[in-house]
Structure formats: structure tokens, C-alpha cells
């Protein structure tokens, strides 16, 4: 409602809705539906331009991870201004982007300039668990000539997103007392093996898979184990091992080869176990996914957005690809709309403890979509 | 109270009291004392003999553990009767056990005999979670020249226990998000190197450490691995695993140099990472722990114990050690009483589904005990 309000302020027509689960068939990969989205409405604005130029879709998400209070110097909803940042949950990931989206297209009215492709201004829910919201509103027609999604890529440019999916290992074993330990087969050990091989596997991947815009990233598309659970009592041999975890993508794979890759490199492992050959493990992918995305760096959205970085900068931005999948992929796939990642927030903070944004650099991002937006829709003074 | 109404029934001189935690100090290893033990008595009774005869306490342990209603036919609960066997959680381990080791006092009063040593029935608490009530006994005073503990061992005669110990290893790593894992150490693959470690230790242990009395159990002295728990998200680097298991080590080790040999296979394998020489495992040892203890095979008890059984059985008893621990060890260790574990159960059944007690093999028990008392304690008629 809040988000509504300040669109309707600067003339916008607003667009208020609570996805449906239908929306996201447009992504056979989606995986994390909800059974509703009561209460979490997207909310997406159009202001009419004259006509006659290419229209622009700025996108951001409003939902952020959990606050995680431990380590936090305030309270990650304190909003507290300090030293030139702001910190708090969502600070970076992505409020921040979200309104130097907001304030880019202000300044612009403020300043009388009409102009002549629409401007989309999307707040969008889900993307940390999978890209509902984005989804929904492409469903709904929200599409455009070009997009920008201000995540926190610490103002580089990113045309490109890496694909990321989770996975869930279920390991079977064979129950049977500790004290005849021999009558049972302990998951726990033969997780620890299949573990080894995921090892393995990621640092094939890691050698192997190569990407022009992934070059300054040392290990881009891995596989990290983040979960491990197994086992109910000390004395007991436990008949089951979970493991969960998140495989990253380079945009030049499909989603179907890359997991198709990593079931391959399990079962491979489990074929020469002379248990595991009988008791296959179960491969899901479950939970978030959210696949890659790619426009040319030499498309003229980026090259718009890097000429304004270098006017506002005076300097070339870096353009990198994102280290994790973005909204970007599925307006690119789903919604036929070039996305480009460029957003203020410093990405390695995001997610932790004393997130925070940069006050300085998210005035230049705004200056920097203000005038990409200026480029790319046109105008008359 | 029922159980002190039943042997104040036969006689006994009645003694019932909570354990204080002071009790357990005479085991330097006892690892598992609760804040206090109200609500949870021993009972111990004492039959005095006319004098001359050597003194007998038949131990056995009331507590049980849960229920774990899943699996099962009936209620854990419902002591139900069929095909000569009684059914219910307890009924092996070792109600059954108790339930001889009073009948076979009765059966000796029923017929008027009057013994001349000493007859100690105890009903004791906390076995299960590390033999609590036995320690709390022995400081109490209760000790005598002989005694059995009719532990589910399917009617073997076992003059040796095995030591139990449980174990916790915590493993470290470095948090940092997926996308960025390479800043991070994973503590699931560090701990995954760990259970591998741990499983050639035990298969060095299996091959190396022999007992006599072990010949028929294929790994008798093992590590058992029952719980592994790391990471809290998918997409972030686990900074921590815990490892819990149980080792069993022969009556010819001491508990430290068992402990010790585990802590240097863990210790050596941390030393060869990089990582881990910088952030050792802790290990702990925690929970249940009993130790092993020995009454030699030649024994006058154990001798008896076989005589009766070839009287009541026409064969010869399997004579070999217990596969975990038992309250024979504290009392060998500090009660100095030779004890002897032989009970009607199937020890098979016992911690699981369907636990059960055969009829016939509690009515044979409950004669070669009555036998075995008669003859230990000396009567007349």
C-alpha cells in the first residue's frame, strides 16, 4: 500500500495484485510455490510516455531474508543512518535498489521532462525463495524493451545472471543396533562418501566451466553442501542422511544439463558401492531456483547504462555476471525483456549481519538510471 | 512402590530411596548425573540368611527406553500374550530379568527352604542413560559375593562386559554465502573427512582388538556414527557439524586408552588439513558410559551358573561377553562383587518394535537363578 502510494504521487497507474500459483507456469523450473499469496500483493506502476520511444521496466523485490538478530549492531529494522550507510535487513537486498529506481524517475518529473517510452516500476515478491512475484507479473503482461534490476552488484554491471537451483540428497542406509553395528549399513558413512564426490564434481566444474564475465570470480559455479542431517541416536545405526544444498550455473548451460550433471556424478558414486548400486540415493530439486539470464554486452541497454555510468563516474564500470541468479533470467526467458543487474548495494553484505547501503553511491546509481531512462525512452524538454 | 509391596511380601527387609548425585562420584568416568533423581527410587531388599553362606544380589534395571510406538503390533505398553511370548517395551530389557530374579526367591520360600547367605534383590534405576541407580546402590552399601544382572543375553552366560562410551566431535568451518563459497570452509566436507577417518579407525580396531570371549560377534569393539547435524540453509556455508556416536571398547582396554586412541585417530586426521591443524575438533565424552568389567570364565559363579544351566537345559551354556554394557561393570569396578550377566531375553528385540520375552525361557531362568542361589548361598531344608 505504502509502495502504491508513492507511485500514485508521481502519476503513475497503479496495479495492485496477489499472484496466483497459476502465474508461474510460464517457469516449468519454479518450484516453490506457495499455496497462496494472501497478503503479499506485487504491485506494479505504468506512466504513459508520449509515444514513439522504447519503453523501460525497473524492477525490485520487497521481501528480504530474516532479520538473523545475533550479530547485529542495532536492530536489522532500525534503519539507522551512520558514516554515509544505512544499514538494515533489506537495506542492500534491495530497498535500496528500489528506490533509486523510484527516485530516478522523481527527479526526472521534477524536472518537467516528458517522456516518450513508458516507464514500469515494479515491486515484486518471492525472489528470495524463487522468483514468484517477477514471474506473476510477467504473467500479468508486464514486459518492456529493456529492463534494469537494481541488485546489489555494488554498482558493476551485470548483462548477465548465473543460474542457481537447490538440491536434496536422501541417502539410505539400514537401521540396526550400535552394539551389531555390522547387521547395519550406516548412512552417515556413506553420505561422507557421496559428499567426497560432490567435492569432486564441484572442483571439475569449477576447472572446467568457463565464462567471459565470470573471470575476476574464483569459483563462480559451485556446488555448496549446506545442510547435513542424519541420524537419531548415538547407539543406533542410522538408516537416513539428508543433504541439501545450492548448485550455481553459468548461463551457457541448461538448467536440465547442469542438474542432469550432478545426478549423474551421485549416481556414478552410488554405482560403485556395493550398497548404494541397490539403494539408490534420491535426488530432488526442491525449494529455490532460479535460472540464468543473458543479454549481449554489447546490447544497447548496457551500453546506455555504462556510457551514463562513465558521465556520472567518470570511469567504465566493471561488467561482470552476478554471483547469484536475479529476477533477471526469468525477465529475459519469460518475459522476452532484456534485463540488465546494476544496483548501489554492496553484494557481501547482503544477507548478513549489518547489511547496509552506501548513501553516496546510491545517489550516483540514481543519477546513473535517471539517465539511462532520459536515453532509452527519450524526451522532449 | 509396587515393586517394595512385592518383596515386602517375601520377606525382604525393604530399603527405598532417590540416588543423590553424590552417589554416582565413585565412578570417575559416570558422565550423565541428572540435577536430582526425585520421583525416580531405587528399592533394594535384603533376605538375611542364617549365616555360614556366601551372600547374592540379583540386580536388574526398571527404567526402559521409549516406547517409539511407530513399528509396533500393539501398544508398547500392552504386555500382551501370544505364542508364549510376552510382548511390550521392557518386557526383555529387562522386566523379564527382574521378573526371575523374584519368582526364583519365591519358588525357594514357596518350599520352605531357608538359605544361609544373604539374598539382595534391587530394582534399580538409569541403566539406560548410564547406570545411575547401580553406582547410587554400591554407595548405599549393597554389595555381596556374587551376583547377576539377567540382562537380555538370550540366556548365554556372560561373565565379561564390554565398556561403552559416547562420544560428541564438533567441527568447524567459516561461514560465508554459497555464492561466494570459496571464502568460507565447509565444515560438512571437513566432517565428512572425519567419518571417513573414524571408519578406518574402527576397521583397525575390528581386525587388531581380540577377546576370547568375543570370537562369535564379527565387530564387537566398534564406532558406531549415529548422528551427523551441520549447516542451516542451503545456500550458505556451514560453519559447524556435530558428529555423535557410541565406541565400545574390550574389558582388556582401559576407557582412557580407548578414548585416547579415538582422540589421536581424530586429532591425526585434523593435523593433515589445512584447515583443521588450525581449528582442531573438540571432542567430548558425553551421555551414557559404562564401563566394561570381567569375572573370570573359571569363576565358582560362573561355574554354577553352568551347572544349573546343564541341569535345567541338558546342554552346555554359551559362555561369551555381553555386546554393550551392563551394570556388572560398576559392580565389579566399585561395588567389588563378581557379577554375572545372564537373562531370559532376547536381547535382539531389545530398544526396538515388537521387544518381547519368551515364556519358556523366563520360566528355565527363574530356575537355573533359584538353582544358582541355592547352591552359592548354602540351605538347610
Not at 543406533?236 to 553459468?250: A, L, Q, W, Y
Request: glycine share 12%.
Amino acid at each position: 500500500m505504502y509502495f502504491s502510494s508513492i507511485l500514485k504521487k508521481l502519476s503513475f497507474d497503479v496495479d495492485m495484485w496477489e499472484p496466483s500459483t497459476e502465474d508461474m507456469k510460464i517457469n516449468p523450473d519454479f518450484l516453490a510455490a506457495r499455496e497462496d499469496y494472501k497478503g503479499s500483493p506485487n504491485v506494479a506502476g505504468t506512466l504513459k510516455g508520449k509515444g514513439g520511444g522504447r519503453s523501460i521496466l525497473l524492477n525490485g523485490h520487497i521481501d528480504v531474508v530474516p532479520g538473523g538478530d545475533n550479530d547485529w549492531n542495532d536492530s536489522p529494522w532500525s534503519g539507522k543512518l551512520e558514516d554515509g550507510k544505512i544499514y538494515g535487513r533489506g537495506a542492500c537486498d534491495m530497498k535500496g535498489g528500489i528506490i533509486a529506481n523510484v527516485m530516478a524517475v522523481k527527479a526526472i518529473m521534477d524536472s518537467g521532462i516528458q517522456l516518450n517510452g513508458d516507464v514500469i516500476i515494479e515491486s515484486v515478491i518471492g525472489e528470495e525463495t524463487g522468483g514468484a512475484g517477477t514471474l506473476s507479473a510477467i504473467s500479468r503482461g508486464y514486459k518492456a524493451d529493456g529492463a534494469i534490476v537494481p541488485e546489489p552488484t555494488d554498482m558493476q554491471l551485470c548483462p548477465v545472471s548465473m543460474g542457481v537451483t537447490w538440491f536434496r540428497i536422501i541417502i539410505k542406509g539400514l537401521a540396526a543396533h550400535g552394539a551389531t553395528s555390522y547387521l547395519g549399513v550406516n548412512a552417515i558413512n556413506k553420505a561422507s562418501m557421496i559428499v567426497q564426490k560432490l567435492n569432486e564434481f564441484e572442483a571439475k566444474r569449477i576447472k572446467e566451466i568457463k565464462h567471459e564475465l565470470y573471470k575476476h570470480h574464483p569459483a563462480p559455479f559451485s556446488v555448496n553442501i549446506g545442510i547435513i542431517k542424519g541420524g537419531i541416536f548415538p547407539t543406533s545405526v542410522p538408516d537416513e542422511v539428508i543433504i541439501e544444498g545450492r548448485m550455481s550455473f553459468s548461463p551457457d548451460e541448461e538448467i536440465s544439463e547442469a542438474r542432469r550433471e550432478l545426478e549423474n556424478a551421485v549416481y556414478g558414486a552410488a554405482r560403485e558401492d556395493g550398497w548404494l548400486k541397490e539403494h539408490m540415493p534420491q535426488i530432488e530439486w526442491y525449494g529455490f531456483c532460479l535460472n540464468s539470464g543473458s543479454v549481449d554486452k554489447e546490447h544497447a541497454l548496457v551500453k546506455t547504462i555504462a556510457d551514463n555510468y562513465k558521465y556520472v563516474k567518470n570511469d567504465d564500470p566493471n561488467i561482470v555476471g552476478t554471483p547469484w541468479g536475479t529476477d533477471a533470467g526469468a525477465l529475459i526467458r519469460y518475459g522476452n525483456t532484456p534485463a540488465v543487474v546494476f544496483g548501489p548495494g554492496p553484494g557481501g553484505t547482503a544477507h548478513k549481519a549489518n547489511e547496509y547501503v552506501d548513501v553516496e553511491k546510491l545517489i550516483e546509481t540514481t543519477k546513473i538510471i535517471a539517465c539511462t531512462i532520459l536515453d532509452w525512452c527519450g524526451y522532449e524538454q
